[in-house]
């Protein structure tokens, strides 16, 4: 597969996502969050992040996909 400014793109936003996504998971797994009764608020943000970079991630996933499909589509207009 070709990588094009698209693709390229999007995988950047997947890497980003992920790592947002590992970053936050962490936080909320902290040991200064076991045994608390209410979530901190920086719990709370955390969990908000975890959400919105898993979108960022699907996102990104769905650019790629449909990159992936015009360049096959592309190709088979050329053979």
């Known amino acids: 597969m070709a990588i094009t400014s698209i693709t390229g793109t999007a995988l950047q936003g997947i890497q980003r996502g992920m790592q947002g996504l590992r970053r936050n998971a962490a936080e909320i797994a902290s040991p ?3 045994g608390t009764t209410f979530p901190t608020k920086d ?3 955390a969990l908000v992040e975890l959400h919105q970079n898993a979108h960022q991630a699907t996102a990104s996933l769905t650019v ?3 990159a992936d499909q015009m360049i096959g589509s592309l190709l088979d207009i050329e053979a």
Do not use: D
């Open 32 to 34: 200064g969050q076991a």
């Open 43 to 45: 719990a709370v943000r």
């Open 64 to 66: 790629f996909k449909a």
